[in-house]
């Protein structure tokens, strides 16, 4: 069992920048691909940001390509998502995920229990 822990979250302005954890605990984190994924009022959860478990591969949603960079530490325990050039259209929910490197929500077995993030003009 892995459990993650997000962190960071919190009411910026647009243009401000963010930057999330995601803690892991349990066994074997490592092996494990990391995504990150939001989801704001009303709407669906969406792809973010992903990386490989030896954090050599990054993929990114298109809307923050360029502005959110996303990382592992060496000691692969903790996830970070280095978030820039807010824009208000980023508020959502933020939740960490394990599992497969993925796009998809359904490849990935374990989540956080997410972290607000809040942009205002």
């Known amino acids: 069992q892995v459990q993650l822990v997000e962190s960071g979250g919190g009411e910026v302005q647009a243009g401000d920048s963010l930057r999330l954890s995601c803690v892991a605990s349990?066994?074997?984190?490592?092996?494990?691909?990391m995504g990150w994924f939001r989801q704001a009022p009303g709407k669906e959860r969406e792809f973010v940001a992903a990386?490989?478990?030896?954090?050599?591969?990054?993929d990114y949603a298109d809307s923050v390509k360029g502005r959110f960079t996303i990382s592992r530490d060496s000691a692969k325990t903790t996830v970070f998502l280095q978030m820039n050039s807010l824009k208000p259209e980023d508020t959502a929910v933020y939740y960490c995920a394990g599992g497969r490197f993925s796009r998809y929500g359904s490849e990935y077995d374990y989540w956080g229990q997410g972290t607000q993030v809040t942009v205002s003009s």
């Open positions: 349990g066994r074997a984190f490592s092996r494990y691909a």
């Open positions: 990386i490989s478990a030896f954090g050599t591969v990054t």
